[in-house]
């Protein structure tokens, strides 16, 4: 038998990407991961495809079966490939964020849904597939961390990714912030310390990726963490939430383990907004003296900011990059607030009649796909856009990089060179019809 792995890339979406892109795109894992849960002995040939670097054709091969797995704004891409390669004969598997939030919806374009985890999932459907009895649904999120595989990376093209290995020690949140799907997929589970140990010293690279969403989230596990990868000598960066900011003893502990960079979720300059969609940490006087207290513990930041929450106004959104000058931050990024299906926030904008789309190609945080309160939908647009390239002209790309904590460092260039991947970004170009 022939089985063929998909990570669909909403076609429109990857329009944008430029040729600085590979400075800023982070290997997936999703596909590795899949990769690595399939029974061995069962398939002659299994082939991946991660539709952001490489392209889907239906007739190159004929396939027993395809698994797809992608995003809300990729779900229509995928429903098209479901349809081409059903025409070929393929039994086809769709999982993913999408499939887990609306598994009658995918399950509409394909003979078999996986929703959430894929760890117990995957290895059922397979052995029930070969022994003629394959369910419609699988949904089994009782999966213990300590069993997770290590992802099969050698499978996976690295075509205009970052040439830096991710990691994940924990996968989950302890936050419940309304508008992230990650709750739905899964609750925090870290893995054994030795296990993410073991996979960073077979990867054999001095710098990893850690894509937890929250590294610092358990404390007492992350201490043990940064520990035991002290001795490793490696660099690496990680997600955390603004209140990392003031534990002084954990950021020591961290640039001691290699930490050199965090991504930090500030998401609004206005508390109200925080609070509206139950921020933990909404503080935003406190700010500058958390990004200070970082860069103090020599590690640069990199600050996410939201725009479209209730109460935002257009003159404070216009002046987000002033407001970024001002932070001192290394890098910033934004996004549209985008009320994912399967969130909190989706549910109570539906309630209230404010989902102005359901076109799912829309739900790439770079289009406002609901009814803003205090800004017309059209003018969000805009807005976000105008930020964007404010943010990221030459003066302010100099700027970040050369009042870094990283200035003078051989490292600089790696945020010097997100920075530009930034600006080319092509926000622009992204799909607004």
């Given amino acids: 038998m022939k089985l063929l792995l998909v990570h669909a890339w909403n076609e429109k979406e990857r329009s944008y990407r430029g040729k600085f892109s590979n400075l800023l795109s982070?290997?997936?894992?999703?596909?590795?991961?899949?990769?690595?849960?399939?029974?061995?002995?069962?398939?002659e040939q299994i082939d991946v495809i991660d539709e952001n670097s490489q392209k889907v054709r239906y007739n190159k091969e004929k396939y027993d079966i395809v698994m797809i797995s992608f995003e809300?704004?990729?779900?229509?891409?995928?429903?098209?490939?479901?349809?081409?390669?059903?025409?070929?004969?393929a039994y086809i598997v769709c999982g993913g964020y999408h499939a887990t939030a609306l598994p009658e919806e995918v399950?509409?374009?394909?003979?078999?849904?996986?929703?959430?985890?894929?760890?117990?999932?995957?290895?059922q459907?397979?052995?029930?597939?070969?022994?003629?009895?394959?369910?419609k649904l699988y949904r089994n999120f009782d999966v213990c961390a300590a069993d997770f595989p290590i992802p099969a990376r050698d499978k996976i093209t690295k075509r205009k990714k970052l040439r830096i290995p991710a990691v994940i020690a924990d996968r989950g949140c302890i936050n419940c912030c309304k508008y992230c799907s990650m709750r739905m997929m899964w609750g925090s589970n870290p893995r054994p310390v030795e296990s993410?140990?073991?996979?960073?010293?077979?990867?054999?690279?001095?710098?990893?990726?850690?894509?937890?969403p929250n590294f610092?989230?358990?404390?007492?596990?992350?201490?043990?963490?940064?520990?035991?990868?002290?001795?490793?000598?490696?660099?690496?960066?990680?997600?955390?939430?603004?209140?990392?900011?003031?534990d002084h003893e954990l950021m020591q502990e961290a640039y001691d383990s290699g930490c050199r960079g965090v991504l930090l979720g500030l998401e609004s300059m206005n508390a109200q907004s925080l609070?509206?969609?139950?921020?933990?940490?909404?503080?935003?006087?406190?700010?500058?003296?958390?990004?200070?207290?970082?860069?103090?513990?020599?590690?640069?930041?990199?600050?996410?900011?939201?725009?479209g929450f209730d109460s935002d106004i257009e003159e404070e959104l216009l002046d987000l990059p002033e407001r970024v000058n001002r932070l001192g931050l290394d890098m910033c990024r934004f996004a549209v607030l985008t009320p994912y299906p399967g969130t909190r926030l989706y549910e109570e904008y539906e309630r209230q009649g404010r989902i102005i789309s359901k076109e799912w190609d829309r739900y790439n945080q770079h289009n406002a796909v609901f009814r803003p309160k205090n800004i017309t939908p059209e003018r969000l647009d805009e807005i976000y856009r105008q930020v964007w390239k404010k943010a990221y002209t030459w003066k302010n790309v100099l700027r970040r990089?050369?009042?870094?904590?990283?200035?003078?460092?051989?490292?600089?260039?790696?945020?010097?060179?997100?920075?530009?991947?930034?600006?080319?970004?092509?926000?622009?170009?992204?799909n607004k019809s």
């Fill in 107 to 123: 399950g509409e374009h394909c003979d078999t849904v996986i929703v959430g985890p894929a760890e117990v999932s995957v290895p």
């Fill in 196 to 212: 993410v140990v073991r996979e960073i010293k077979e990867l054999k690279s001095k710098m990893v990726i850690f894509y937890d």
């Fill in 216 to 246: 610092f989230g358990k404390r007492e596990y992350a201490t043990q963490l940064m520990a035991a990868l002290k001795p490793l000598n490696i660099l690496w960066a990680s997600n955390a939430t603004a209140d990392f900011g003031y």
């Fill in 26 to 43: 982070y290997p997936s894992l999703t596909l590795a991961v899949i990769y690595s849960l399939i029974p061995k002995g069962i398939f």
């Fill in 125 to 135: 459907f397979i052995n029930d597939f070969v022994n003629g009895s394959p369910k």
């Fill in 401 to 430: 990089t050369f009042h870094s904590p990283w200035r003078g460092k051989p490292y600089v260039f790696i945020l010097l060179g997100a920075n530009i991947g930034f600006k080319f970004l092509g926000i622009k170009k992204v």
């Fill in 275 to 307: 609070a509206s969609v139950a921020k933990r940490f909404n503080d935003t006087e406190k700010y500058k003296e958390i990004i200070d207290n970082i860069h103090s513990h020599g590690m640069a930041v990199n600050g996410c900011f939201v725009l």
């Fill in 72 to 89: 809300t704004s990729s779900s229509f891409t995928a429903y098209k490939h479901c349809e081409g390669f059903k025409k070929n004969g």
